[in-house]
T-cell receptor
Framework: DADVTQTPRNRITKTGKRIMLECSQT?????MYWYRQDPGLGLRLIYY???????NKGEISDGYSVSRQAQAKFSLSLESAIPNQTALYFC????????????FGPGTRLTVL | LAKTTQPISMDSYEGQEVNITCSHN???????ITWYQQFPSQGPRFIIQ???TKVTNEVASLFIPADRKSSTLSLPRVSLSDTAVYYC?????????????FGTGTRLQVFP
């Protein structure tokens, strides 16, 4: 969905490097999410935010941190990347009152060597 | 935690109706049932969502029995472009957001 953009789309980095993945949305949604997907598996929730001052851990937050700089921006950081963080990362947004309907970005493919 | 169980894979032919059933025996009173579609290397796309009985939109129908312990996604007259992975989720944002789990989904293959 072009309303949710992620940068970069692909990134190769080395073990120990700090990496930031960025997500921007023009949908005007208050709620934003970060997921990771490993090959052949479903998505797992890393962090989520329901407004600018709200940050919540998801199922697999260890090794990650996030920043909600504005309603439209939600960044995911890997403070010291490790190879098992190699995955496809998705950002998503949702609207208040929409229950479980989320809109996903195109994804960022991250490889940690 | 309302865990879901779906078939790992299904095959169909173009023009047929496909029904994918999801079991969620531990569904909570306030939980909604939501289905997503995902193509390779793309983000999931919302298909349909419901609480009880039947919900229909331009893409699919969702059948939910009275006990809500299962649900069935129905795709009418599938085409090759419906080949994808389909996920069933149970929960309710924001009350149990971290319990909203995308399992391994059902891989649907549509043949000509």
């Amino acid at each position: 969905d072009a309303d949710v953009t992620q940068t970069p789309r692909n990134r190769i980095t080395k073990t120990g490097k700090r990496i930031m993945l960025e997500c921007s949305q023009t949908k005007g949604h208050d709620r934003m999410y970060w997921y990771r997907q490993d090959p052949g598996l479903g998505l797992r929730l890393i962090y989520y935010s329901f407004d600018v001052k709200d940050i919540n851990k998801g199922e697999i937050s260890d090794g990650y941190s996030v920043s909600r700089q504005a309603q439209a921006k939600f960044s995911l950081s890997l403070e010291s990347a490790i190879p098992n963080q190699t995955a496809l990362y998705f950002c998503a947004t949702s609207e208040f009152g929409s229950y479980n309907e989320q809109f996903f970005g195109p994804g960022t493919r991250l490889t940690v060597l | 935690l309302a865990k879901t169980t779906q078939p790992i894979s299904m095959d169909s032919y173009e023009g047929q109706e496909v029904n994918i059933t999801c079991s969620h025996n531990n569904i909570a009173t306030n939980d909604y049932i939501t289905w997503y579609q995902q193509f390779p290397s793309q983000g999931p796309r919302f298909i349909i969502q419901g609480y009880k009985t039947k919900v229909t939109n331009e893409v699919a129908s969702l059948f939910i029995p009275a006990d809500r312990k299962s649900s069935t996604l129905s795709l009418p007259r599938v085409s090759l472009s419906d080949t994808a992975v389909y996920y069933c989720l149970v929960g309710e944002i924001p009350y149990n957001t971290d319990k909203l789990i995308f399992g391994t989904g059902t891989r649907l293959q549509v043949f000509p």
